[in-house]
């Protein structure tokens, strides 16, 4: 999974939402946000606010793509 990593090493994308300037008390409005989006309804899988929040909460300090 290194090799995955690299490319946004390099660059200098940051890993983490935190890293973006996403605090924690942020989360739930922007999980109301992506819930609410057009392309939610897209999705093949049906999802929540609370599931939306959880995987936000889950890449607030660990990295998003994992090494």
Known sequence: ???RMRP???VDIPQSLDKL???EED???LAKDAYA???T???Q???SVEEIEGLYKSMLHDP???A
């Open 45 to 47: 899988r049906d999802t």
């Open 8 to 10: 946004l090493k390099n």
């Open 27 to 29: 989360i739930p409005n």
């Open 21 to 23: 300037g996403v605090k």
């Open 41 to 43: 309804g897209g999705n």
């Open 1 to 3: 999974m290194e090799w």
């Open 64 to 66: 998003v793509v994992k």
């Open 37 to 39: 989006d057009v392309c």
